[in-house]
């Protein structure tokens, strides 16, 4: 089920991409070369390894969930998609195959993506039924990483600037005017722009986790949230979790190889109206 490019091919993914892979370990580099042995007059002391531990899990769950949600194939096209048109489905003419319910085509990747849920610019690859469960565990450790990171460094670095006054506030919102009138040198500039960004991904990853974990309790993917579709809303919001991330959700932020298997194949899904119809039958 691979894709067989790890790469972006669109140009604006790949910025993100090559962005997203230099930033992140050259933050991570910071923290434990620059910061931690500040904090830490033992660099053998055992809260300094469970920093280590810490950060490695995140770090390495973060690149191999991402890995992971560009490797699975998120089309239908290994599924052999019947020729006849089945009620429901529809005919995409990018691709001349009948695609299932929940299907969309991307023009960025050229293809009808199962349950599509949107193209993700950080991995250049459609989010949708087979690896919605990559994106959603590695958009949360990069949550908790850059709420971590942020907070770790906060003291570190409000101490080499001279603590947290006025002006030095303003100059963590424009670092680049603040170096530019001398108020930063060189050093407090790079310290105050890591800041920046990492604040600025604080906010990116709570908005894109919260997001998730809104679609993810309603059932719907991105599409139907914006276009008022529920009719694939599940019976609770435990079975939305199900659909979702496999039978065994529960389980799935320890590692991406660890198995959940998904409801259904991708191409038919629960409609609310049989569900109510089988609660009904239940009762009688
Ligand atoms: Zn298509
Ligand atoms: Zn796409």
């Given at each position: 089920?691979?894709?067989?490019?790890?790469?972006?091919?669109?140009?604006?993914?790949?910025?993100?991409?090559?962005?997203?892979?230099?930033?992140?370990?050259?933050?991570?580099?910071?923290?434990?070369?620059?910061?931690?042995?500040?904090?830490?007059?033992?660099?053998?002391?055992?809260?300094?390894?469970?920093?280590?531990?810490?950060?490695?899990?995140?770090t390495?769950?973060?690149?191999?969930?991402?890995?992971?949600?560009?490797?699975?194939?998120?089309?239908?096209?290994?599924?052999?998609?019947?020729?006849?048109?089945?009620?429901?489905?529809?005919?995409?003419?990018?691709?001349?195959?009948n695609?299932?319910?929940?299907?969309?085509?991307c023009?960025?990747?050229?293809?009808?993506?199962?349950?599509?849920?949107?193209?993700?610019?950080?991995?250049?690859?459609?989010?949708?039924?087979?690896?919605?469960?990559?994106?959603?565990?590695?958009?949360?450790?990069?949550?908790?990483?850059?709420?971590?990171?942020?907070?770790?460094?906060?003291?570190?670095?409000?101490?080499?600037?001279g603590?947290?006054t006025?002006?030095?506030?303003?100059?963590?919102?424009?670092p680049?005017?603040?170096?530019?009138v001398?108020?930063?040198d060189?050093?407090?500039?790079?310290?105050?722009?890591?800041?920046?960004?990492?604040?600025?991904?604080v906010?990116?990853?709570?908005?894109?986790f919260?997001?998730?974990?809104?679609?993810?309790?309603?059932?719907?993917?991105?599409?139907?949230?914006?276009h008022?579709?529920?009719?694939?809303?599940?019976?609770?919001?435990?079975?939305?979790?199900?659909?979702?991330?496999?039978?065994?959700?529960?389980?799935?932020?320890?590692?991406?190889?660890?198995r959940?298997?998904?409801?259904?194949?991708?191409?038919?899904?629960?409609?609310k109206?049989?569900?109510?119809?089988?609660?009904?039958?239940?009762?009688?």
């Amino acid at each position: 089920m691979a894709t067989g490019h790890i790469f972006p091919r669109r140009r604006y993914d790949q910025v993100s991409f090559i962005f997203m892979l230099i930033g992140i370990p050259f933050g991570i580099g910071f923290e434990v070369i620059v910061v931690l042995p500040v904090y830490h007059s033992s660099m053998t002391s055992p809260i300094v390894g469970l920093h280590v531990a810490l950060t490695l899990f995140i770090t390495a769950n973060v690149a191999a969930n991402m890995y992971w949600v560009i490797t699975t194939d998120a089309s239908g096209r290994s599924l052999g998609l019947p020729s006849v048109l089945k009620s429901g489905w529809k005919y995409c003419h990018e691709c001349q195959l009948n695609s299932p319910p929940r299907s969309y085509h991307c023009a960025h990747c050229g293809e009808c993506v199962l349950r599509r849920d949107h193209h993700c610019v950080f991995t250049g690859c459609c989010v949708g039924f087979r690896n919605h469960r990559y994106y959603l565990v590695a958009v949360m450790y990069l949550w908790i990483g850059a709420i971590y990171g942020v907070t770790y460094s906060w003291s570190y670095i409000w101490q080499e600037v001279g603590g947290a006054t006025v002006a030095n506030v303003l100059s963590l919102v424009a670092p680049h005017i603040a170096v530019v009138v001398g108020h930063l040198d060189l050093y407090t500039f790079t310290l105050m722009s890591l800041q920046a960004m990492a604040c600025v991904l604080v906010f990116l990853t709570t908005y894109l986790f919260f997001y998730q974990v809104a679609l993810v309790r309603s059932g719907q993917t991105a599409y139907e949230r914006r276009h008022g579709v529920t009719m694939y809303e599940g019976t609770s919001a435990a079975d939305n979790v199900r659909q979702l991330l496999g039978e065994r959700w529960y389980l799935t932020w320890v590692w991406p190889s660890v198995r959940s298997r998904l409801p259904g194949d991708g191409m038919q899904f629960r409609t609310k109206p049989l569900i109510d119809e089988l609660e009904d039958w239940k009762n009688l």
